[in-house]
């Protein structure tokens, strides 16, 4: 559910209610029951709440939310839209039996709502977001986030952090970290047998041959060549301003964006409303939208379940893909 003050119940309540989700997998919210049947009733959706004690969700059936709360206590009262100690805790509950449930493979796949980091961090959970937590939680050796939509598939080296430290953080290891995990996510997620991966540079014209900047010459090259030379199909860094239109036509299968706005902004030109975020590096399926709480419009009716209605589809269609891989496995 994410933070059950921010417009994850709505988008949840909208995108079960279409019975398009149904048709694709058992959908089971893990969330604050009272929080879900007042979000039904304000939208006044034709869904009824099915509570339930264990993992085990119904059959799928349109009209139906089958919904798993690991409260201990009922969420008490709560202004929505804003951050609070409480929302924040009950988001990071929601979060610990996701993956407990996932870990015990009750569950093949995680797609969370959005938290509020304020929030969490008010709870004294100290996480700059989902990704650090999911990572601890799951004892990965390293992940990174991948964010999909239309034709791209984008790795990124940082997020968030501002544009004048970017010189410092973007190391050779993270790079190569970086390129190594989109390797990954192409092949063992998407089945992508030998991705071509475009590497894209930091300055303009990838630096014109130290004109403009030598990070090209002096991290992103060498992180490149040391991909490649584990056979990794990844490029020399490339002029950003073209290497995101060739990847929109099919030439890579994925990006490794240095910094947030670089690949942010052609990705949601695209593909807005509709990108989905993946955590790749888990021993776990984990997608979630694209979109933070959204404070401002929370109690409106207006929130866009798209994001959400794309997140859970990519987590089933990743989560069948091992499901067939593994009885492929299994029949040699």
Do not use: W
């Not at 990124?156 to 970290?177: C, W």
């Not at 694209?290 to 589809?313: C, M, N, Q, Y």
Request: overall charge positive.
């Amino acid at each position: 559910m994410g933070d059950p003050a921010g417009i994850g119940p709505e988008v949840i309540a909208k995108a079960l209610s279409g019975g398009r989700l149904h048709k694709i997998c058992r959908p089971l919210v893990i969330g604050s029951l009272s929080v879900m049947i007042r979000t039904v009733k304000t939208l006044r959706l034709k869904l009824t709440v099915l509570p339930i004690d264990g993992h085990e969700t119904p059959a799928p059936r349109p009209g139906t939310v089958a919904l798993l709360d690991p409260l201990s206590t009922p969420l008490g009262r709560f202004t929505p839209g804003l951050a609070a100690a409480e929302t924040g805790a009950a988001s990071v509950t929601f979060i610990k039996k996701a993956v407990e449930l996932a870990q015990l493979g009750c569950l093949d796949g995680i797609v969370t709502a959005p938290i509020n980091k304020e929030a969490i961090n008010m709870a004294g959970c100290r996480y700059p977001g989902h990704t650090e937590l999911l990572a601890d939680l799951t004892r990965a050796k390293e992940s990174g986030m991948m964010i999909v939509g239309g034709p791209l598939r984008i790795m990124f080296v940082t997020t968030h952090v501002a544009i004048k430290e970017l010189p410092t953080l973007l190391t050779q290891a993270r790079i190569e970290k970086t390129i190594r995990l989109a390797h990954m996510a192409l092949t063992t997620l998407f089945g992508v047998k030998r991705p071509k991966i475009g590497v894209a540079a930091l300055n303009p014209h990838a630096g014109e041959h130290g004109l403009f900047g030598n990070e090209e010459a002096r991290v992103i090259l060498p992180a490149a060549r040391t991909a490649q030379a584990q056979g990794i199909l990844a490029s020399d860094p490339l002029p950003a301003d073209t290497l995101f239109g060739k990847a929109a036509k099919g030439q890579y299968d994925g990006i490794v964006a240095l910094y947030h706005d670089q690949g942010l902004i052609p990705l949601k030109l695209v593909a807005f409303g509709t990108c989905v975020n993946l955590t790749v590096g888990l021993p776990i399926i984990r997608t979630s939208v694209d979109h933070g709480t959204a404070f401002d419009i929370v109690g409106k009716r207006v929130a866009d379940p798209g994001s959400l209605i794309e997140a859970v589809t990519l987590a089933a269609r990743i989560a069948q893909r091992r499901v067939k891989k593994g009885r492929a496995h299994h029949a040699t």
